[in-house]
């Protein structure tokens, strides 16, 4: 069974940057690749970066494309995803996710979840 579990989510104020981390464990980390989700109250949950095992393909949803980095290291089990240039419309729950397909998964593919870390933006 694999375990993640997401920090670094708190209260920061617009144009400001944060750095949610996710670590995981119970399997092999580099076995996995690595995405991060989010879901503001009353929306559906959206896609916002994955990465590949190796951490050489990496993909960004429109909306955060400049602004967030997604990134792994695999010494420490952990993928990080730093967000930069943070505005009210990105105020959400942040999850991280794993699945063991190569390349990157498909958006609805992923097999194991964190809890979440809250994130949230004042204007």
């Known amino acids: 069974q694999v375990r993640l579990v997401e920090s670094g989510g708190g209260l920061v104020q617009a144009g400001d940057s944060l750095r949610v981390s996710c670590a995981v464990s119970g399997r092999t980390f580099n076995n996995y690749a690595m995405g991060w989700f989010r879901q503001a109250p009353g929306k559906e949950r959206e896609f916002v970066a994955a990465?590949?095992?190796?951490?050489?393909?990496?993909d960004y949803a429109d909306s955060v494309k400049g602004r967030f980095t997604i990134s792994r290291d695999n010494t420490k089990d952990t993928v990080y995803l730093q967000m930069n240039s943070l505005s009210p419309e990105d105020t959400a729950v942040y999850y991280c996710?794993?699945?063991?397909?190569?390349?990157?998964?498909?958006?609805?593919?992923?097999?194991?979840w964190g809890q979440g870390t809250q994130v949230t933006v004042s204007s």
């Open positions: 996710a794993a699945d063991q397909t190569p390349g990157l998964p498909g958006i609805k593919s992923y097999t194991y």
């Open positions: 990465i590949s095992r190796g951490g050489i393909i990496k």
